[in-house]
């Protein structure tokens, strides 16, 4: 299950693998009794939704899932501060895998008020100066990834080593990494970065993350988004 996040078909959250499933929720909650299940029942749907509602969240850090991201950097930065999942990154060391870049069809603008968020309003402003007079935004950044590129491959030809040539490449690069966590980090690390104040590229992960989730951990999925999204 491979989802894309922008309209580039190159971002994408892609499921890898997953251990166990909402059985897995229940028996983890139903050992205190001795209990044990073979397959999820109304009375064990109750049981989730009970957990989730009080916030009894021990039982969903027996199921663990593994994604595969292609983001930008910018992002991937942001995605591990989120200390609980396990990551292992691509290394442009020992790589010469092609260099793809983010590039937006145009750019939100500055929030008035706070200082860490943008507006939904749309924009490409002329920018002055940057290649031949005046040029839009959208295309000062694409020349941008073009030199950046061309100064790369001169580093590199020049016999450079590439943990130093990489240093002149831009946050907006993609990267790509695998990240592992437990069901109750993950269902956390989408309830903060679908919030509104997340940053708009960070959100389409999350929702990413959750539909990926929803596929192998239906009834789990379902309660979180019954209780702590509303829906």
Request: neutral net charge.
């Amino acid at each position: 299950m491979r989802l894309e996040l922008f309209d580039d078909n190159i971002g994408a959250v892609e499921y890898v693998s997953h251990m166990g499933d909402d059985l897995s929720v229940v028996n983890a909650a139903r050992v205190s009794f001795g209990v044990e299940k073979e397959q999820v029942d109304e009375k064990d749907k109750k049981l989730i939704n009970y957990l989730m509602a009080h916030n009894h969240t021990s039982p969903f850090e027996h199921c663990a899932i593994t994604m595969r991201f292609t983001v930008p950097l910018f992002i991937r930065s942001q995605h591990h501060r989120h200390r609980t999942w396990a990551y292992n990154e691509i290394s442009r060391r020992y790589t010469e895998i092609d260099l793809q870049f983010y590039a937006p069809d145009s750019f939100r603008t500055q929030h008035k008020s706070n200082r860490q968020a943008s507006n939904n309003e749309l924009i490409d402003p002329m920018l002055a100066g940057l290649l031949n007079g005046y040029d839009y935004a959208t295309d000062a950044v694409k020349q941008h990834h073009t030199q950046s590129l061309a100064l790369y491959g001169a580093l590199i030809d020049a016999g450079v080593c590439r943990e130093q040539a990489r240093g002149v490449l831009p946050q907006n690069l993609y990267t790509q990494y695998y990240g592992t966590v437990n069901l109750h980090n993950l269902l956390k690390f989408i309830s903060l970065r679908q919030h509104e104040g997340a940053q708009w590229e960070i959100q389409q992960v999350a929702a990413a993350c959750l539909k990926i989730a929803e596929h192998h951990f239906p009834v789990s999925v379902a309660a979180y988004k019954k209780h702590k999204m509303g829906d």
